[in-house]
């Protein structure tokens, strides 16, 4: 397996614009999982799914925010409209029941 | 609410040391705690993963041990070396096997040559 897979790895935009990010779980893991890191932050959990479904989303910052899991293999963040306070790298991570979880290569977003 | 801490933030030692790093956790209810590597620009690495029933595991030069009653875990890393430099983040995993994964704010680890 490829590992988890995400993309775009960097996305540049201007503040209003709507950013899309993507991720692809390891084929079979169940739970699936987007966080944020900031220096500033460190490592925040926004929104976690489980058998496709969004379990929590309470670390979501605000309703500009929304992710979805269509099915098994894709899941996307969306930021609308974007800040430049939401530059950050963003991770997608997948986990098999009680398993280790694995992590993307992350998308570093700048936002100007 | 389940925080967890790493402390120190940063730790410089010299190549052949042995060192340990620290973090603790609030809530001992945990279902397990992992312990990742982070090198500069890239994702995170599962190192060890420790169930709540276990005590410790074990991964080459690696280390880790876990007292869930004191809210506390520590990795340690024998003859450290060079290509150990990295962050080093541990993450705890609340009530289940489908729950949320909480994040230190990790240790960043320089070994000098």
């Known amino acids: 397996d490829a590992g988890v897979i995400q993309s775009p790895r960097h996305e540049v935009t201007e503040m209003g614009q709507e950013v899309t990010l993507r991720c692809k779980p390891i084929?079979?893991?169940?739970?699936l999982f987007w966080y944020r890191q900031t220096m500033m932050r460190g490592l925040e959990l926004l929104i976690y799914?489980?058998?496709?479904?969004?379990?929590?989303d309470s670390g979501m910052p605000e309703d500009r925010f929304s992710a979805k899991m269509p099915n098994a293999s894709f899941s996307t963040l969306k930021i609308q409209p974007s800040e430049p306070r939401d530059s950050a790298v963003y991770f997608c991570?997948?986990?098999?029941?009680?398993?280790?979880?694995?992590f993307g290569q992350g998308t570093r977003l700048t936002v100007v | 609410k389940q925080e967890v801490t790493q402390i120190p933030a940063a730790l410089s030692v010299p190549e052949g040391e042995n060192l340990v790093l620290n973090c603790s956790f609030t809530?001992?209810?945990?279902?397990?705690l992992q312990w990742f590597r982070q090198d500069p620009g890239k994702g995170l690495t599962s190192l060890l993963l420790?169930?709540?029933?276990?005590r410790e595991q074990t991964s080459g030069r690696l280390n880790a041990s876990l007292d869930k009653s004191s809210g506390r875990s520590t990795l340690y890393i024998a003859a450290s070396q060079p290509g150990d430099s990295a962050t080093y983040l541990c993450?705890?995993?609340?009530?289940?096997?489908?729950?949320?994964?909480?994040f230190g704010s990790g240790t960043r680890l320089s070994i000098r040559p």
């Open positions: 993450a705890v995993s609340l009530y289940s096997s489908a729950s949320k994964i909480i």
């Open positions: 799914f489980n058998n496709n479904v969004p379990i929590d």
């Open positions: 420790i169930q709540s029933s276990q």
């Open positions: 809530d001992s209810a945990i279902y397990n």
């Open positions: 084929s079979g893991h169940n739970s």
């Open positions: 991570a997948s986990i098999q029941g009680s398993e280790r979880a694995f």
